[in-house]
């Protein structure tokens, strides 16, 4: 029965509907599996209880129901703690349910657990997780990406059939394509946010890991839904993803933009920009036009975006006093509250999280403001308008969506600014609010998979996988499995 | 020299909402430490991933108090957020309005000494409160998250007043504009309205700007006054000194009747503000203006006079004018009447009917107002114009009309259902009259030999019996004669 654990959701669906394998038979296996691995990849930071028989669930119910899911630490759950990768909110029991994890909840899905990440979101490697790095599947002295890295990798070492991530800057897409899988952000506001523990506001999506476009779309089906908790909600409430994926009509003979100075031999690895001519020949073979298009600002878009997330960071931050939850809780009342303050956040936040609510607190003070946040603010702008216009000649477009493979552990942990340049094609999307999605675009030499990354206007998500499902059709990428996570599931009894 | 002062009013009202700013959590004010954080929930106290919705409630009362000051009212608007530590603000900020407040500008008029004044506003904008701090005397605090994200209108003047008794006086009419309008119960032993004068001192007649002070902490219209005139006193001794005023935070200590600087100011705080990513602007649409409208509207106070109908903005200013130029009525019974809108109107109506509106007030005032404190009665306009009609034809003395109103006012039968079941409408006949006269002046022996040693006064005691043993039937004049015609006077 193993060989089901590499399969995707809508295949498994498939077998629950023909009785050929039971949910929770299923879910019951994934867990075996997943802890099995585990030591090795190290994706998760709660794993669900062991032995605890999984509920029946009525397979008719949802898109997904009874397909296992893992669930960054980002986003609240009430059955599992919530710790954000940090210290501060060590053992921190979560009153409710972030919305995504209700209506998966609701529709009958299994949580496998809490994947690992960058304490916050804030990393590109989840090596800033406060606890411990992950392991990329594909080669464990690797880095998975980041900051959804447990999510990725989850999906990659076959411990879930797909992950709920949040992607602030591109920790969905990023970590997606270093681990060889499928990573999806959705238009800002598609998916609520509730539940989401904030890092940026502005920027924060919550976002999909799956093996295939398939997978995304019947997740989407299931928690792209309109929220009265989240102000900043806008999903249209009856949209079916799953439907728009497979109109091939809506992206018959439809324009794709390349942009050049993101296929920079400069910034970008041989290997990736290998992969992405590859790509493009892939889609003109598929009938869509290609044209090559210029992105004004380049250069601005990671400082932008590195003066805006750290603001609305310490501010986020912010309420992590120690006096109503988390570490430090009860306050020690002989402190004074000054005392407190420093004795709860200064050892409980990690030195990138210090490091960006410092930034944060420098660039939002009064006299540096105007410099930095504002100016950031009317750069974020610009680079949104650039965008659309680029979208008045092409309908999607195209670009790496990491200029390296996988990095190893260790590499970059020392050097910030470097760690900040792995998202310079990631960013673009959060800045402008689009939907963008990270596929499978082959294995470098070295046998790491490389990430090509399509981007839509803001509420084109349905067209936009539409794109990426004939992406996926005529690459012929279907969903591979690491060498070593084949390895151990071969060594796997049952 | 002479000094004036330059004071401007901040005010934060809690808002009339059934629900928090932005959560559903029930705004309920509780006092006691017992129960203390059972109206909360993850979004009031903060917690991990939790959004803000905003509660549209709140921006249809602020925009009422906007129309009511003739301000403007933004169509667009957006939250921001401003950020300091202290354990009673859960999220490290406060969601509040910063460049763009919901109502900016306006004016509203009070009266002081007697005399109408104008005051200009700043502006007024939507925030919410932090949690309440239980000081212990251990020096540990403890925290009620029941306030934590209750609405609040923050509502700042221009720095127009020129003494503590027209700040106190603007204060007083901004009070009861809001309970008026329905859009606060502005309390202030409550902590629904809180009175933050800022305060500085010039040389009279000069247009500078000096350095202010700002006193907090002030829980009534009485400490407001002694805490300003002190604070003005005390900054003009400064200068006469020829020492500067500090900026600074200043606290009342009413033991010894002085203004207390609590934390000097060397530098504007500085709160980072920024735009509340997790709001979306605050558009109005057609229907929110509409709406405010129509509750505004309803809160206009129309009177009926001399033939004409008068329209009063909520508020007393304007009707206490009015009602000193057209009636005999105090300013203490103008005011009395202006906080008891139920008598107010009684008083409209019965006089509308009857026409003697002195009369009519004195009934409001003084049988109806005492009543109603402890009974809301069952009395109508009509009841008091009839009884009115039936002291004029002579048909009630004054205990009997009293005593007709209290039945009417108990069980709201009409005044003459009151009158037939209390007897006042039998008339005593010639023969019981002369029955009872003879009985009182057999059972008062001494009060007769009194009248007839000549204390001819005393035969008013036998008067008193009559009346009293006829239950106020007989007519005391009739009786009198008979009384006299018997004792041979």
């Not at chain 1, 802890?35 to 669930?57: C, D, M, Q, W």
């Not at chain 2, 009747?257 to 057609?286: C, M």
Request: proline share 5%; with cysteine.
């Amino acid at each position: 029965m193993k060989e089901l654990l590499a399969l995707t959701a809508h295949e498994l669906m498939a077998k629950f509907a023909a009785g050929e394998v039971a949910p929770e038979e299923f879910y019951a296996l994934q867990m075996r599996f997943a802890r099995h691995i585990e030591p090795k990849v190290r994706s998760f930071l709660t794993l669900a209880e062991e032995g605890v028989a999984p509920p029946k669930v009525d397979t008719r119910k949802g898109a997904l129901s009874g397909i296992p899911v893992s669930i960054k630490d980002l986003l609240t759950t009430t059955d599992f703690p919530t710790t954000a990768g940090s210290r501060i909110l060590e053992g921190y029991a979560p009153p409710y349910d972030a919305t995504a994890v209700r209506l998966l909840r609701e529709a009958g899905n299994y949580f496998t657990g809490k994947t690992n990440l960058d304490e916050f979101g804030m990393g590109s490697s989840t090596e800033n997780s406060a606890y411990f790095p992950t392991h990329n599947p594909w080669d464990l002295a690797r880095v998975p990406g980041g900051s959804s890295g447990g999510s990725a990798s989850s999906v990659a070492a076959l411990q879930s059939v797909v992950s709920l991530g949040t992607d602030t800057g591109g920790s969905v897409r990023q970590p997606a394509g270093f681990c060889g899988v499928v990573g999806f952000v959705p238009t800002y506001g598609y998916i609520s946010r509730n539940g989401l523990i904030a890092f940026a506001s502005s920027l924060d999506h919550v976002g999909i890991v799956a093996r295939d476009v398939t997978d995304v779309a019947l997740t989407m089906n299931v928690i792209g839904r309109p929220d009265r908790l989240d102000a900043t909600s806008q999903a249209p409430p009856d949209a079916d993803y799953l439907a728009a994926m497979n109109d091939r009509e809506s992206v018959g003979g439809c324009t794709v933009g390349v942009i050049n100075q993101l296929m920079d031999p400069n910034l970008m690895a041989e290997d990736v920009l290998v992969a992405c001519e590859v790509a493009i020949r892939v889609l003109e073979n598929a009938g869509c036009g290609v044209k090559r298009v210029d992105l004004a600002g380049v250069k601005r878009l990671l400082p932008c975006y590195y003066i805006l997330c750290p603001a609305e960071a310490s501010s986020n931050l912010a309420r992590y006093d120690g006096i109503r939850y988390g570490t430090g809780f009860p306050a020690d009342v002989s402190r004074t509250l000054q005392e407190h303050y420093l004795a709860v956040r200064s050892p409980g936040f990690g030195e990138e999280v210090r490091r960006r609510i410092l930034l944060g607190t420098y660039v939002l003070s009064a006299g540096y403001a105007e410099a930095y946040y504002n100016q950031a603010r009317r750069v974020r702008h610009a680079i949104t308008e650039g965008i659309a216009d680029m979208f008045e000649d092409v309908d999607f477009l195209f670009l790496p969506t990491s200029p390296t493979t996988a990095f190893g552990l260790g590499d970059r942990i020392d050097d910030p600014v470097k760690m900040y340049a792995a998202d310079i094609c990631t960013v673009m999307a959060n800045l402008a609010s689009t939907p963008a999605i990270s596929l499978p675009g082959g294995l470098s030499p070295q046998g790491m998979p490389v990430g090509v990354q399509f981007m839509a206007p803001q509420k084109h998500d349905g067209r936009l996988l539409a794109l990426a499902r004939l992406y996926e059709k005529s690459a012929g990428a279907e969903y591979s499995v690491p060498p070593l996570v084949a390895e151990e599931l071969a060594g796997f009894e049952e | 020299m002479e000094y004036e002062a330059v004071i401007a009013l901040e005010i934060h009202a809690h808002l009339k909402t059934a629900r928090k700013q932005y959560c559903d959590c029930p705004v309920v004010n509780t006092r006691e430490l017992a129960e203390a954080n059972r109206y909360v929930c993850p979004v009031c106290l903060g917690h991990p991933g939790v959004l803000p919705v905003l509660n549209r409630e709140s921006v249809i009362l602020a925009i009422m108090l906007g129309l009511r000051l003739g301000a403007d009212i933004a169509r667009h608007s957006i939250f921001a957020r401003k950020h300091y530590f202290y354990p009673d603000l859960p999220k490290g900020y406060q969601i509040t309005q910063y460049q763009t407040p919901l109502v900016a500008g306006g004016e509203l008029e009070y009266m002081v000494d007697g005399e109408m004044r104008t005051a200009q506003l700043e502006r007024a904008h939507l925030e919410e409160d932090t949690a309440k701090i239980f000081y212990q005397d251990d020096g540990s605090i403890l925290l009620d998250y029941n306030r934590a994200g209750v609405p609040l209108l923050e509502i700042v003047t221009k720095p127009v007043f020129r003494s503590a008794a027209e700040a106190v006086a603007y204060a007083e009419e901004l009070q009861q504009v809001l309970r008026k309008l329905g859009v606060s119960d502005a309390n202030m032993e409550e902590g629904s309205f809180r009175c933050e004068p800022n305060i500085s001192v010039r040389p009279a007649g000069s247009d500078e700007l000096r350095t202010k002070c700002e006193i907090k902490n002030l829980n009534s219209f009485a400490v407001i006054r002694k805490s300003l005139d002190a604070e003005i006193a005390r900054q003009i001794a400064l200068y006469e000194n020829d020492r500067e005023v500090q900026h600074c935070t200043l606290r009342w200590d009413e033991a010894n009747a002085v203004t207390v600087p609590s934390r000097i100011k060397e530098t504007q705080a500085d709160y980072r503000y920024f735009d509340e990513p997790d709001l979306p602007p605050l558009v109005l649409t057609d229907d929110d203006f509409a709406e405010a409208r129509k509750r505004y509207e309803d809160a206009v106070f129309t009177l009926q006079w001399g033939g004409n109908e008068h329209r009063f903005a909520p508020g007393t200013a304007r009707l206490t004018r009015f009602f000193l130029d057209n009636t005999e009525l105090r300013e203490s019974e103008v005011a009395l009447l202006l906080e008891d809108e139920d008598a107010l109107r009684l008083l409209l109506a019965s006089n509308e009917i009857s026409g003697a509106f002195r009369e009519c007030a004195n009934w409001v005032l003084m049988e109806y107002r005492p009543r109603r404190a402890e009974t809301k009665g069952n009395i109508t306009a009509q009841h008091i114009a009839d009884i009115i009609a039936l002291r004029a034809d002579g048909k009630l003395n004054s205990t009997q009309a009293k005593e007709v109103f209290k039945l009417c006012f108990e069980r709201g039968i009409s005044a003459s259902d009151a009158v037939s079941e209390l007897g006042f409408d039998q008339v005593v006949s010639e023969s019981d009259l002369q029955k009872i006269c003879a009985q009182v002046i057999t059972d008062n022996e001494k009060v007769v030999a009194d009248i007839r040693k000549g204390k001819e006064q005393a035969v008013r005691a036998l008067l008193g019996q009559v009346m009293k043993n006829t239950r106020g039937k007989a007519k005391p004049d009739e009786a009198m004669a008979e009384l006299k015609r018997q004792l041979g006077m």
